[in-house]
């Protein structure tokens, strides 16, 4: 199998969240090979994606901040 690059768009809501409590925000122990204290964002995403938490109207999870800060800007209305 070989595999394919793909670049993309996405418009997220997003909230800075450690590993740790987002975790604890779902309802989920952190493995024991993760560090809770990871920086990172809950992304919500706006353009598809069954929402996957009562709360959200979209799809969410948890990004890294390296990750997510490489791969999204703050958009200024």
Known sequence: MTPI???GTK???AIPMTRG???EYRGWTVPANEDPA???FLVEYQDGGK???P???GYISWSP???FER???EVQS
Do not use: I, K, T
């Open 55 to 57: 709360r959200h109207a």
């Open 65 to 67: 901040a390296d990750v």
């Open 71 to 73: 791969s999204y800007r």
């Open 5 to 7: 690059l793909y670049e």
């Open 38 to 40: 990871d920086a990172g």
């Open 11 to 13: 418009r997220v809501l």
């Open 21 to 23: 409590a987002y975790n």
């Open 51 to 53: 929402a996957n938490d």
